[in-house]
């Protein structure tokens, strides 16, 4: 502790601890009246010495520091809890217009008939509530552009929704009235092909994605719709889907559906030339990180892979060598006498499933 000689020297040595102070700050006795001020208050609130030492505060400036809040702060809360932070009071404060500040006020008790003494401290925190009221703004508005987005995107899925099915309605209408079989064929193909990209969009739409689809759920919808509309009572034909769990981009998905689309019509049309009880097509997908396999498996007469191919290929073969070569994959095909299997594979993969078919 030091040893001050004098009251002289120890009122110096307050004052000038009061005035290394950032932030104002008054020292007030217990009836309010200023017993010193900083150096800051006087240059934040733009007073002089002369006009506030002495005053009674509520006074200063002509009554503007009559703010019914700091009369709250140090009549009522200060002597019931002798501290308190952070107490945030607006008001248009003298020589500086309409101000946020924070009171931090303290209650200091000296020896018995000594009386005591209120240490009151502002800090200006204006400019960060106009920084957060200028966020919360920006947050409303990048809401409302969102909502706005929102709106935006189900009126186009729904466009493109309606859009893909006049068109598939238009190629079965075509198909329906060609009379060449081979024509018939090719425009139910395209039918099919239109329903895989529309099944998608319907997912996005229910799923309230954006840009995401869960596998499962849409290979198995995709699949049924290919059942009842490819398969018939005279061949009836299961198709099986065992997926994993796990949601991929729309572009994949896309790519995956045409695959699977093409590759089912493909086995429904070649597996089976008669009819066969246990008829089936099984559609499995497994998923390890950024690595994937899709299988097609049927249990039909099989292929002879070994066979010199049309030139060229079809149709649906140029399309699945397109789509797999597009999402960096291999392709592998095995037949015999159980049927034939088409194997999809991203990166090195080891089937965890039980083997197709």
């Known amino acids: 502790m030091i040893n001050l000689q004098n009251l002289e020297d120890a009122q110096r040595l307050a004052q000038a601890i009061v005035n290394t102070i950032h932030d104002p700050l008054l020292v007030l006795d217990q009836s309010f009246h200023v017993l010193a001020a900083s150096r800051s208050f006087y240059e934040t609130f733009k007073v002089k010495a002369e006009d506030t030492y002495g005053r009674l505060l509520y006074t200063l400036g002509d009554g503007q520091w009559d703010i019914p809040a700091l009369r709250l702060l140090l009549e009522t809360i200060i002597p019931a809890q002798t501290a308190m932070d952070g107490f945030e ?25 000594s009386g005591m003494t209120i240490l009151l401290a502002f800090t200006d925190i204006s400019a960060r509530r106009a920084i957060e009221r200028e966020k919360e703004i920006l947050h409303e508005r990048t809401q409302d552009l969102l909502r706005q987005k929102g709106v935006l995107l ?4 729904h466009r493109v929704a309606n859009s893909l099915q006049i068109i598939a309605s238009i190629l079965l209408l ?13 425009l139910q193909d395209a039918h099919q092909r239109v329903m895989s990209v529309a099944e998608v969009q319907r997912h996005l739409h229910v799923t309230g994605g954006i840009d995401q689809i869960e596998v499962a759920s849409y290979l198995s919808t995709l699949c049924g719709s290919l059942s009842s509309s490819m ?21 994949q998905a896309v790519s995956l559906g045409l695959i699977v689309t093409e590759l089912v019509i493909n086995a429904i049309k070649y597996a089976f030339p008669a009819p066969k009880a246990d008829a089936s097509i099984s559609v499995s997908y497994e998923v390890n990180g950024a690595d994937w396999k899709l299988v097609v498996a049927d249990n039909g ?3 002879d892979i070994l066979s010199a191919p049309k030139p060229g290929g079809g149709l649906g073969t140029a399309i699945v060598q397109a789509l797999v070569k597009q999402l960096a994959a291999q392709m592998e095909t095995t037949s015999g006498a159980n049927g034939t299997a088409v194997s999809i594979t991203r990166a090195t993969f080891t089937s965890r499933l039980p083997a197709a078919a």
């Open 89 to 113: 009071v607006e008001h248009d404060f003298p020589g500086l217009g309409r101000r946020t500040m924070l009171l931090n006020a303290r209650q200091v008790v000296y020896g018995e008939g």
């Open 154 to 157: 189900e009126e186009m899925q």
């Open 174 to 186: 075509k198909a329906r009235a060609v009379t060449s079989e081979e024509t018939r064929r090719d």
């Open 231 to 251: 398969t018939g009572e005279s061949q009836p034909i299961d198709i099986r889907v065992l997926a994993e769990n796990g949601r991929i981009g729309s572009d």
């Open 301 to 303: 007469v099989g292929k």
